[in-house]
């Protein structure tokens, strides 16, 4: 017993916890993947001049308490860019609250999304990966009722956060995907020591709750069929 009682104490050792991060997200967009799915019609007509995937950096800085998800280093002007979707968001979060507030540019408008964080019904699993040098996790959730996220998190960075508004995991989501977005986020580097974590919210745009922002896309969207349908699930992450 004593022995098995040193063992725990060495294995507890071990395990260092970070209560504060800097983490860069890599943003994958599949995008042939998605316009085949967007605009059916055109998509053979298209597909040439579409290149097989986008890429995108942010960062996510935070505690315990919050964090903010913001655009991260830019990457060189590809001549074949096409216009992604929600790639300027900066999401701010409290997890005292279990609030956020999001500016996020949709369109030509920018709304100030001010709102309770998603709930999310989560599932975890027993597989596992590491991800930036952390063992992870995996759980399957869902969100706004129909759409199905995974997610890697470690319980070695104690936030219940992850890209995005993307939230409710005993643990740092440092992987994470959307199939109906064919959409991935990954953390490429992690920094646990001498983090600034002072930050603030974002404050320009129109400021609405979720339901109200939601409602107003819809409003530009429903003359367009299937295509615009497809497109808001772009803006409900």
């Not at 063992?7 to 507890?12: I, T």
């Not at 019904?121 to 991800?131: E, L, Q, S």
């Not at 952390?134 to 129909?146: M, S």
Request: aromatic fraction near 12%; glycine fraction near 6%.
């Amino acid at each position: 017993m004593v022995v098995l009682f040193f063992a725990c104490l060495v294995s507890q050792a071990q395990t260092i916890f970070h209560p504060q991060i800097k983490i860069e997200f890599e943003k994958t967009i599949y995008v042939r993947q998605l316009y085949k799915e967007l605009v059916p019609e055109w998509y053979d007509r298209i597909k040439d001049q579409l290149p097989q995937s986008s890429l995108a950096y942010f960062d996510f800085i935070g505690d315990t308490t919050k964090s903010i998800f913001k655009p991260g280093r830019e990457l060189p002007f590809d001549p074949r860019a096409w216009r992604p979707m929600a790639n300027q968001n900066i999401v701010y979060t409290d997890y005292h609250t279990n609030k956020s507030i999001t500016q996020k540019p949709v369109f030509e408008e920018t709304f100030l999304v001010d709102d309770s964080l998603p709930k999310i019904d989560w599932k975890i699993t027993a597989d596992t990966r590491i991800i930036a040098g952390f063992e992870c996790r995996k759980a399957v959730g869902i969100i706004h009722d129909t759409i199905a996220v995974f997610a890697f998190y470690t319980d070695e960075i104690l936030i219940p956060g992850g890209p995005e508004s993307i939230n409710g995991l005993p643990g740092m989501i440092l992987g994470m995907g959307v199939p109906r977005l064919h959409t991935t986020w990954f953390a490429t580097k992690v920094e646990v020591n001498s983090v600034n974590i002072n930050f603030s919210p974002a404050t320009k745009g129109k400021k609405v709750n979720y339901k109200a922002m939601i409602e107003s896309i819809n409003n530009v969207l429903k003359n367009t069929n299937n295509y615009g349908r497809n497109m808001l699930l772009n803006f409900m992450i």
